[in-house]
């Protein structure tokens, strides 16, 4: 399973009607992560540019798009952005791989 972050931008429609009528969407979107394969692990109100985030892991790449299409598709955010998130040991798996690319940046020499 990878990790993915997940951050939410409410309408405000959707923020009328959870004023309205408080209640934890966690509880209401950890079914639909489950059924798409997922587990939400966390997730938290935030102000700022968005309005929750959440971390969840998914199967793959292609459940966590489907997930934030379905999101994005019910009219209640604004905005959702899905990121991957990288283990520290993914990551320096990642630096070792990269340093053996041979990648060459213009005007440059090859990295080993």
Do not use: C
Not at 74 to 88: C, E, F, K, N, W
């Amino acid at each position: 399973m990878s990790s993915y972050l997940l951050q939410v931008g409410y309408t405000p429609e959707a923020w009328a009607s959870m004023i309205a009528n408080p209640h934890d969407r966690l509880g209401a979107v950890r079914p639909v992560v489950e059924k798409l394969g997922g587990k939400l692990t966390e997730g938290w109100f935030t102000f700022g540019d968005y309005d929750l985030v959440a971390i969840v892991e998914m199967p793959s790449n292609v459940e966590a798009a489907a997930f934030s299409l379905a999101a994005a598709a019910g009219g209640a955010v604004r905005s959702i952005r899905t990121t991957p998130l990288l283990s520290t040991s993914e990551g320096i798996e990642a630096m070792k791989k990269a340093a053996k690319s041979g990648y060459k940046a213009p005007g440059r020499a090859a990295h080993a």
